[in-house]
């Protein structure tokens, strides 16, 4: 049974967009099977993403101490419909914080807590300078995530 997996991810930076990019790299390595990758946008992804997914991996920069207002649109949009149906879901959640993250830390989770998802790990957060290891991080990130579906953990 292929289990999928839905990064929802805000790049708007070459920086950003190699986050992205390891997440997806780490979800579909080769030792991975049967799970499904889908990649998206915050602005293109929809309820029918998330209900058709077995797991999401969120992605945010920190804006103003905030998430991205593209994943705000997103849980805008997916909140209500989803409510209902996809509590329990697991998600994992990268930061890509020019500060601390902690403003934007909150904000994801209390929406994610009114969904009822569940966390399979603390978030990633990624603070200061951009480093090049960051990618490595998020690529274990989604090797975490699709090697857990894949084995029905979560």
């Known amino acids: 049974m292929t289990r999928h997996l839905l990064i929802v991810a805000h790049a708007p930076s070459a920086n950003t967009q190699a986050l992205r990019d390891a997440v997806l790299r780490g979800a579909s390595g080769d030792d991975i099977d049967g799970v499904a990758v889908t990649v998206k946008s915050p602005f293109d992804a929809g309820p029918d993403d998330v209900r058709a997914a077995q797991g999401i991996i969120l992605g945010t ?3 103003l101490g ?3 207002g593209a994943l705000k649109d997103f849980f ?6 989803c409510l209902e149906e996809t509590q329990g879901l697991p998600y994992a959640l990268y930061i890509r914080a020019g ?5 934007t830390r909150r904000a994801v989770e209390t929406i994610v ?3 009822r ?6 978030p990633l957060v990624l603070k200061g300078e951009y480093q090049e290891a960051f990618a490595d991080d998020c690529a274990q990130l989604g090797a975490l995530m699709a090697a857990g579906l894949e084995a029905g953990i979560f």
């Not at 500060?99 to 403003?103: K, L």
């Not at 998802?117 to 603390?122: C, N």
């Open 76 to 81: 805008d949009r997916i909140y209500y419909p």
């Open 117 to 122: 998802w569940r966390a399979i790990q603390e």
């Open 113 to 115: 807590t009114g969904l």
């Open 99 to 103: 500060h601390d993250g902690t403003g």
């Open 61 to 63: 920069t920190e804006n």
């Open 66 to 68: 905030y998430m991205s």
